[in-house]
Each structure stands twice: as C-alpha cells, then as structure tokens.
C-alpha cells in the first residue's frame, strides 16, 4: 500500500482474493500470485486486492485475468474436462488470447468453414507440439502474402495430426507469440492442444548451421563438401561442435520458409548456435528487392528469436558462361573478377550493412571476394613456378586460368569440388574468427 506520492504505508497491507472461486485456479493472499492446475477451468477470473487507508476505512480495487488451457475444442456443445470451447463466436481478441479470425459455422464438435484461421497467444521463441483435428488443407504461422504458412498434411475427413513448429512472431512483427492455424478453402476444425516443448539448453560450443540454394547446399557445393570433413579445419574444429548443411536446391527466401525448411532449422536451434545465410537464390522468385529484404530480416530476426547468431554471407562468383562469359577473368591482370554485383546480391549486403551493429549478427563472409581472390592467386602461382615473366610463364598463367575457369563446367552457378577445396580454408577461418571472437 502506497500513499499518493508513491511511499509505502506502514501497517497497510494488501490482501488478495477472487471474488468468485473458479475451478483449479488459487491465489496467493499476500503476493497475489496465482496457481493455475492441469484441470482449470476456462473462465474469466475476477482478482480482488483489499486494504485499509490510515484512516482505518476499507480500499478494494478488482483487475481480471483471463484463464484458459491451451486444448481447444470447437463448435457446438460442452467442453470436455481441460478444454476451452470455441465457438463461431469467439472472434480472437488479445485481451482474450485466443479466437477465430473469418466467418465459421457451429456444428456438433467442430466448425465448419472457408478459411478458417485459429489463433492462439504463446511464448514466443519456443517450439510446441500442435495435435490438430482437422479436414481440409492445414498451413502453419503464416507471416504475409510470400510468406503464406508452412504447408501441413490435406485431410480428406476429420483427422488428428500431431506436428512441431516454432514460434517467433504475430504474423507482423518478431517477438509476439501467436501461433495460427489456416485451413485454406473449405474445411472443418474440431480440437486443437499446444503443448511447449522443452527448452532445449546451450552446447559448449556452438553448432553452426548453414542455409542457401544449390550453390551451397547441394554436391559438390561448399556446403556439402564441409558437411562431410568439417572437423578437419582446425580453427572451425576449436569455434564449433557440429556443422550442419540445412540449405536446398532450386530454393529462395519465399519457398524455403513456406515448405517448412526454416522452421526445420529454427527448431533444431539451441541458444548461441550460428546459422549463416548465404546462396539463397532467387529461383522463381517473383517479389521486389524490398520484399525480399523484409524476407531476409524476418529470417535474421527468427533466427534471434529462437536464441541463435547470424552470419551473412555473399554468393560464391558468377561462373564463365552466358551473359557473363568474358567477364569473369581479365586476361591483361590476370585477375578473376566474378563477384557478384547484381541487384539481390547488393540488397544482402545492405541489410548486414543496416544492421552489422546488433550483438547477435556476428559479421560478414564476402565469399564472392574469397573466391577471386584465390583463384587469382593461383595464376600468379603458376606464373611464378614458370620463372615469373616471358613466354613460358605467360603461357602457365593462361593454362592455369583457362583450367579454373573450367570449374563451372555447365552453368554460372554451379561449380566443381576442386572450387569449394579451394575455398573452404580461408571461409572457415573467416567463419570461426567471427564466431569465437
């Protein structure tokens, strides 16, 4: 009990009650903590905090909290012990923390509908166990009109499905735990139980994670090449206790997120793992640059959410082939020269730029830079075991670059394991510098 100006009143103490009991719900008479049990019931609960002023007269104030479980029953008809009825009424409201969103109909132990969305308040930055009785098309967390929801099983009838998803966010902004539930078209909805995974605990070092398209992920990108001896770098060996290759072929921003393979990732996140992004493509990819910014911090800002660190990373150099052919290697400096400068490959860049002050962006990997410059290198070696200068040694260097150019052997993008061999010395030391410092 405080006075007007905030100073605590000597012999007035608070005590707590609720005005009405609600059962498998106490509280605390002194500190007005309450205790929700498994068998609560979902209701509205009225807390009443009662005192004496100096004067010896009575004070009450009343607040009201809502108390619901997290197993869900819909339509028509009572809930069965440890659920909370939602009707076609129960429009979802924050103040309620739970609802529908569009127009549904009650039936007999579910409802019935077009587009039904079911939204429920949780932790966010946490992973839950989602049992889903449902008939129709079910997508999970949908963020916006790319980002469209994590596309589950196509149930035929009623059917329970149990899935796993993490949680990060509102559907706008990271950081606000709301989990939805969207059955596209036409479908019904007949229970819902959420239940918290256990929160999973830091490693003694690490793991970093790496996520991109085809350049990275798949045989014999860099990625998949260090999957299979990541142990053998002795600085990355000392940063790290695994490396995992989490990228996928023919892959952007929008599908990754949308055929679930962030989550896949966001899930297996313990706190102060890395993951980078790097390569992640633009196959079919149909948004503006900002769009695909916005994308690409909604990424970053997940993978925060969930406890990790981020790396960025550039693409790997544009190969000798179509609108680049004659582009990538200058003959007169002998210098290779396939950093990519296009507009996706400079918007990455802007964003590290717009946030390389946040403690949990760990820095930058200019892999484009890396690969020219030792592929460049490896001219000036072969002109240098040829004597350095003259025929003989003008000859080595231009075997030598027209032997590296044939790493991309069939498109711009792809290239060979002798390229990835090449670079993955100097990548993994750039990558466990940044992560042990």
């Not at 007007?4 to 002194?30: H, K, M, Q």
């Not at 400079?346 to 964003?351: D, F, S």
């Not at 390229?419 to 410092?437: C, D, F, G, M, Y």
């Amino acid at each position: 009990m405080r006075d007007g100006l905030g100073n605590e009143i000597d012999g007035c103490a608070v005590s707590y009650s609720l005005e009405t009991p609600v059962r498998g719900v106490s509280i605390n008479e002194i500190t007005g903590e309450i205790t929700v049990s498994p068998d609560a019931e979902a209701s509205k609960a009225v807390v009443i905090a009662s005192a004496q002023n100096t004067a010896g007269q009575p004070i009450t104030r009343k607040t009201s909290v809502i108390i619901y479980s997290l197993n869900f029953s819909f339509g028509s008809g009572a809930a069965a012990d440890n659920q909370t009825m939602v009707t076609a009424e129960t429009a979802y409201d924050d103040a309620l923390g739970f609802g529908i969103e569009g127009a549904a109909e009650n039936n007999s132990g579910y409802l019935s509908g077009s587009d039904i969305v079911f939204k429920a308040n949780v932790a966010a930055g946490k992973v839950y166990n989602i049992t889903v009785s449902y008939e129709g098309t079910l997508y999970l967390e949908k963020y916006n009109r790319y980002l469209t929801g994590i596309k589950k099983d196509t149930n035929s009838a009623l059917t329970s499905k149990t899935y796993e998803v993490a949680v990060v966010g509102d559907g706008e902004t990271v950081g606000k735990g709301i989990l939805d539930l969207n059955l596209a078209g036409t479908g019904k909805l007949a229970s819902v139980k959420i239940e918290e995974q256990p929160v999973k605990t830091a490693g003694e070092k690490p793991a970093w994670i790496e996520i991109g398209d085809s350049t990275v992920a798949q045989n014999p990108s860099w990625g998949y090449v260090l999957a299979g001896k990541w142990q053998s770098y002795p600085e990355l060996a000392g940063a790290v206790d695994n490396f995992r290759n989490m990228g996928r072929g023919a892959r952007q921003l929008t599908s990754f997120y949308n055929e679930g393979l962030l989550d896949s990732v966001l899930r297996t996140i313990r706190p102060n793992d890395v993951v980078s992004i790097s390569g992640m493509g633009t196959n079919g990819y149909s948004g503006t640059i900002e769009d695909f910014k916005a994308q690409l911090n909604y990424y970053i800002d997940s993978v925060i959410q969930m406890g990790g660190k981020v790396i960025l990373g550039s693409y790997t150099p544009n190969g000798n082939w179509g609108s680049y052919k004659g582009k990538v290697y200058n003959e007169q400096t002998e210098t290779f020269t396939g950093k990519r400068y296009d507009d996706f490959d400079v918007a990455l860049y802007e964003v590290y730029q717009s946030r390389k002050d946040d403690k949990n962006i760990l820095g930058y990997v200019d892999i484009g830079a890396i690969t020219d410059e030792l592929m460049t290198a490896e001219v000036r070696k072969a002109r240098d075991a040829a004597g350095g200068s003259g025929a003989a040694a003008d000859e080595a260097a231009a075997n030598k670059a027209e032997e590296l150019l044939k790493w991309y052997p069939n498109d711009f993008n792809h290239y060979t394991g002798d390229l990835s061999n090449l670079i993955l010395p100097e990548l993994t030391k750039q990558v466990a510098t940044l992560i042990k410092r």
